[in-house]
């Protein structure tokens, strides 16, 4: 597998060294960007979206409220991958006032001086891989594992990848893998085979990319409806697409032998939006791009946070955590599962582990001006102080926001927990080949 630079490649961690003793487990983390965690069957979706993680959910440990600390990738793979919030850690940050994703504003590098799960697993022996289908995703980190690809394909063909690089490996010890999975990003992976799945698709352009987005745009009308059930449908046969290889993965593994001392961690970098806020957005909120109601990157509603998050393994009793989580968990639990100590000062708290009251963050936006927010029980604060918002919501049963709190003594406590200024890292450097992929996956006009 090639690195991304000769470079990059130099300053990445050193070789693992031969381990003593016992083997430790092998790690997987699976990231599929954008995939909403109501859009999984197995929480109540009225499609077959995810047969394979359904029937996964009774023999693993997973959250029925979990989040991302961010509503777009680089934020929230850095806080998957160092336990830390995105004001702390200083990684994939968009500088700016308000924030605008582009080539003059890239995202931020993670400061060298912050340890992540592949170094602190590399220094207990561990070889360490990334797999990455959206592109993006390995700006903020990349340099911290041994090993990086970007394949700009569909789930089947970097799962195909992985189990090639597990075969290679075997007998070298124990592995961290992480394989990011672009299907359900914009635009959509669709297989032709699976183009029908859930029924007909109706016939229209731009249907695996986003449109009806602008100011002026027709929302409501026919033509708009006919894109919308066309748009989700597919959305919903790339979340399937996801899963037949996270079900490929699953079956490879345990072909190979290396099924039953391997933790799995399923789980999404963020939410996806489909029209649900647009209205207040338009209402309320700038974007400098002119796009209201769809996608990521610029709100922190419940649709832009709420994560499906899974474990399973050696290690790992299965059950249900109805406690709020977040993605900064990750690190704590598997190292706790792998019978290592976490470093001192994450944020994330391990999903072994009875989980306290604590307030569950996300921040660090693209595109508008910033944004925070902070879910304690089942309140959440949405706060935007350049624009004069600020609304305290109850989240209902679905851990969405069903509307309006007037409880003064709580709005307060809330705001004591939000988040302060930020680390920052030092911003990327904007290459033809960078803004080339910004640009194909959305981000970039």
Same mark, same amino acid.
């Given at each position: 597998?090639?690195r991304?630079?000769?470079s990059?490649?130099?300053?990445?961690?050193?070789?693992p060294?031969?381990?003593?003793?016992d083997?430790a487990?092998?790690?997987?983390?699976?990231?599929?960007?954008?995939?909403?965690?109501?859009? @999984?069957?197995? =929480?109540?979706?009225?499609?077959?979206?995810?047969?394979?993680?359904d029937?996964? &959910?009774?023999?693993?440990l997973?959250?029925?409220s979990?989040?991302?600390?961010?509503?777009?990738?680089?934020?929230?793979?850095?806080?998957l991958?160092?336990g830390?919030?995105p004001?702390?850690?200083?990684?994939?940050?968009?500088?700016?006032?308000?924030k605008? @994703?582009?080539?003059?504003?890239?995202p931020?590098?993670?400061p #060298?001086?912050?340890p992540?799960?592949?170094e602190?697993l590399?220094?207990?022996?561990?070889?360490?891989?990334?797999? %990455?289908?959206v592109w993006?995703?390995?700006?903020?980190?990349?340099?911290?594992?041994?090993?990086?690809?970007?394949?700009?394909?569909?789930?089947?063909?970097?799962?195909?990848?992985?189990?090639?690089?597990?075969?290679s490996?075997?007998?070298?010890?124990?592995?961290?893998?992480?394989l990011?999975?672009?299907?359900?990003?914009e635009?959509l992976?669709?297989?032709r085979s699976?183009?029908?799945?859930?029924?007909?698709?109706?016939?229209?352009k731009r249907?695996?990319?986003?449109?009806?987005?602008? #100011?002026?745009?027709a929302?409501?009308?026919?033509?708009?409806?006919?894109? #919308?059930q066309a748009?989700?449908?597919?959305?919903?046969?790339?979340?399937?697409?996801a899963?037949?290889? !996270?079900?490929?993965?699953?079956?490879? &593994?345990?072909?190979?032998?290396?099924?039953?001392?391997?933790?799995?961690v399923?789980t999404?970098?963020?939410?996806?939006?489909?029209?649900?806020?647009?209205d207040?957005?338009?209402?309320?909120?700038?974007?400098p791009?002119? %796009? =209201?109601g769809?996608?990521?990157?610029?709100n922190?509603?419940q649709?832009?946070?709420?994560?499906?998050?899974?474990?399973?393994?050696?290690?790992v009793?299965?059950?249900?955590?109805?406690a709020?989580?977040s993605l900064?968990?990750?690190?704590?639990? &598997?190292?706790?599962a792998?019978?290592?100590?976490a470093?001192?000062?994450?944020?994330?708290?391990?999903?072994?582990?009875?989980?306290?009251?604590?307030? %569950? &963050?996300?921040?660090?936006?693209a595109y508008?001006?910033?944004?925070k927010? !902070?879910?304690?029980?089942?309140?959440?604060?949405?706060?935007?102080?350049?624009?004069g918002?600020?609304?305290?919501f109850r989240?209902?049963?679905?851990?969405?926001?069903?509307?309006?709190?007037?409880?003064?003594a709580?709005?307060?406590?809330?705001?004591?927990?939000?988040?302060g200024?930020?680390a920052?890292?030092?911003?990327?450097e904007a290459?033809d080949? %960078?803004?080339?992929?910004?640009?194909?996956?959305?981000?970039?006009?």
């Open positions: 597998m090639s991304i630079s000769p990059q490649a130099a300053a990445g961690p050193p070789d060294p031969a381990r003593p003793g083997r487990p092998n790690m997987i983390i699976v990231t599929v960007d954008c995939m909403r965690r109501d859009r @999984l069957s197995a =929480y109540g979706y009225e499609r077959r979206t995810t047969p394979f993680l029937s996964m &959910l009774d023999g693993a997973h959250c029925t979990a989040h991302s600390p961010s509503a777009w990738t680089c934020p929230s793979v850095v806080s991958m160092t830390l919030d004001h702390r850690h200083g990684g994939g940050l968009v500088p700016g006032s308000p605008n @994703l582009s080539k003059q504003n890239l931020t590098r993670l #060298r001086g912050v992540t799960l592949p602190l590399a220094a207990r022996g561990y070889r360490t891989a990334a797999m %990455i289908a993006n995703a390995h700006l903020p980190m990349p340099d911290r594992f041994h090993e990086l690809a970007m394949m700009e394909k569909p789930a089947s063909k970097l799962v195909r990848r992985a189990l090639r690089w597990v075969r490996h075997r007998g070298d010890g124990p592995f961290l893998l992480w990011h999975l672009g299907d359900v990003h635009p992976d669709v297989p699976m183009r029908g799945l859930f029924g007909d698709v109706p016939n229209v249907s695996l990319t986003w449109d009806y987005t602008k #100011r002026t745009d929302v409501g009308s026919p033509a708009f409806e006919r894109y #919308r748009r989700t449908t597919l959305y919903d046969v790339a979340v399937r697409s899963d037949d290889g !996270v079900r490929e993965l699953w079956e490879g &593994l345990g072909a190979l032998g290396e099924r039953d001392r391997t933790l799995l399923v999404a970098d963020h939410g996806e939006e489909f029209w649900e806020h647009r207040e957005e338009l209402a309320s909120f700038t974007d791009r002119d %796009i =209201y769809t996608g990521h990157g610029h922190l509603f649709v832009h946070l709420l994560i499906p998050l899974l474990v399973a393994g050696p290690g009793p299965p059950g249900a955590v109805d709020n989580a900064v968990d990750v690190v704590p639990t &598997l190292l706790q792998a019978g290592f100590d470093p001192p000062g994450l944020d994330g708290r391990s999903l072994l582990e009875p989980l306290p009251d604590r307030a %569950i &963050l996300a921040e660090e936006l508008g001006y910033e944004k927010s !902070v879910i304690e029980g089942d309140l959440k604060l949405l706060a935007g102080p350049e624009e918002y600020e609304r305290l989240l209902g049963p679905e851990r969405r926001e069903t509307g309006t709190v007037e409880d003064p709580a709005l307060e406590r809330l705001r004591r927990s939000l988040p200024d930020s920052m890292g030092e911003q990327v290459t080949e %960078i803004v080339e992929h910004l640009k194909a996956l959305g981000y970039i006009e």
